[in-house]
C-alpha cells in the first residue's frame, strides 16, 4: 500500500520562508506507464480545499494563481522525496497542507488523488 508522510510545518512571521517535505512509500504510478503525479494541497478553517502545487513524472509543474511566483514544487526521484519550497508568506497561506499522490499525468487543476498524506499546519503570522 502507499503511505505520504509529511513534514516541515510551523510557524512563520509574513514574509518568512518554509520548506515541506512528503516521503513516499509503495508505487504510486501507472504500472503500464510509469506515470504518477503529486500535489501539495491546502485546507483553512471555513474555506474550501484549495491545491496549491503540482509536480508530475515528467518534471511538468502547475500552480495555483495564489501561489505562483512564490512557492516551488520539487521532487527527488532517488530519495522518493517531494517538496514544497514557501516563500514570501502571507497571512491568508495559513493552512493544513497535505501531499497527495495518484498514477498518471495531472495538473493542480485536474488531479483527484488516490492518496493522500496526514498533513502538515503552516501558520503565518502578521
Known amino acids: 500500500q502507499v503511505k505520504l508522510v509529511e513534514s516541515g510545518g510551523g510557524s512563520v512571521q509574513a514574509g518568512g520562508s518554509l520548506r515541506l517535505s512528503c516521503a513516499a512509500s509503495?508505487?504510486?504510478?501507472?504500472?503500464?506507464?510509469?506515470?504518477?503525479?503529486v500535489g501539495w494541497f491546502r485546507q483553512a478553517p471555513g474555506k474550501e480545499r484549495e491545491g496549491v502545487a503540482a509536480?508530475?513524472?515528467?518534471?511538468?509543474?502547475t500552480y495555483a494563481d495564489s501561489v505562483k511566483g512564490r512557492f516551488t514544487i520539487s521532487q527527488d526521484n532517488a530519495k522518493n522525496q517531494w517538496y514544497l519550497q514557501m516563500d514570501s508568506l502571507k497571512p491568508e497561506d495559513t493552512a493544513m497542507y497535505y501531499c497527495?499522490?495518484?498514477?498518471?499525468?495531472?495538473?493542480?487543476?485536474?488531479?483527484?488523488?488516490?492518496?493522500w498524506g496526514q498533513g502538515t499546519q503552516v501558520t503565518v503570522s502578521s
Open positions: 509536480i508530475d513524472s515528467g518534471n511538468y509543474t
Open positions: 497527495a499522490a495518484t498514477p498518471g499525468w495531472w495538473t493542480i487543476a485536474t488531479m483527484s488523488p488516490e492518496y
Open positions: 509503495g508505487v504510486i504510478y501507472n504500472p503500464r506507464t510509469k506515470t504518477y503525479s
